[in-house]
T-cell receptor, first 115, second 111 residues
Framework: DSGVTQTPKHLITATGQRVTLRCSPRSGDLSVYWYQQSLDQGLQFLIQYYNGEERAKGNILERFSAQQFPDLHSELNLSSLELGDSALYFC??????????????FGSGTRLTVV | LAKTTQPISMDSYEGQEVNITCSHNNIATNDYITWYQQFPSQGPRFIIQGYKTKVTNEVASLFIPADRKSSTLSLPRVSLSDTAVYYCLVGDKAAGNKLTFGGGTRVLVKP
């Protein structure tokens, strides 16, 4: 157990639908990062939050949004889902704004299947 | 952000030492080097991090030459369970670090 909790572990939904993925960071970590991993594209950075504020943005689609709450948990919202959104979504956390020292701690991921 | 280049794959045998070299020619002064291991359908796991010279922990060693344009992850005496994808990342400790994972190196350990 890495200390980063992601729910749900598996999600199957239809095209056009909206889903919310949840992440609780490791205790004491202030940064949360979201990554998407599909078979053909590897690990793609989506977005980072640090202590509730958006810190960095990667290749995140406009249909996707995220936020980090005062208790530091984060949610990734995916809407108007398409077949190509099927992937593993990982959340990671770190103490500071970057991964210096101990890197990022990743959760076990949410596997999203869009049918 | 510094771009990294790693071999796509490598094979080894149980008990051997595996060395994976990562090139990062445009590494910046503030950048540190981190290696992760990933098993199928699992999140990447931090292995080791360094800035210069040599770093060793209980699972691996990281060798960084003086010019820091490359780094080598050394896995001593690998076992079948070390079969995984290994990623080299170069990042800045400053804010807004968008650590980008490259393609990684698929290591296959054979009996």
């Amino acid at each position: 157990d890495s200390g980063v909790t992601q729910t749900p572990k598996h999600l199957i939904t239809a095209t056009g639908q909206r889903v919310t993925l949840r992440c609780s960071p490791r205790s004491g970590d202030l940064s949360v990062y979201w990554y998407q991993q599909s078979l053909d594209q590897g690990l793609q950075f989506l977005i980072q939050y640090y202590n509730g504020e958006e810190r960095a943005k990667g290749n995140i689609l406009e249909r996707f949004s995220a936020q980090q709450f005062p208790d530091l948990h984060s949610e990734l919202n995916l809407s108007s889902l398409e077949l190509g959104d099927s992937a593993l979504y990982f959340c990671a956390s770190s103490v500071g704004m970057g991964g210096e020292g101990y890197g990022y701690t990743f959760g076990s991921g949410t596997r999203l299947t869009v049918v | 952000l510094a771009k990294t280049t790693q071999p796509i794959s490598m094979d080894s045998y149980e008990g051997q030492e595996v060395n994976i070299t990562c090139s990062h020619n445009n590494i910046a002064t503030n950048d540190y080097i981190t290696w992760y291991q990933q098993f199928p359908s699992q999140g990447p796991r931090f292995i080791i991090q360094g800035y210069k010279t040599k770093v060793t922990n209980e699972v691996a060693s990281l060798f960084i030459p003086a010019d820091r344009k490359s780094s080598t992850l050394s896995l001593p005496r690998v076992s079948l369970s070390d079969t995984a994808v290994y990623y080299c990342l170069v990042g800045d400790k400053a804010a807004g670090n968008k650590l980008t994972f490259g393609g990684g190196t698929r290591v296959l350990v054979k009996p």
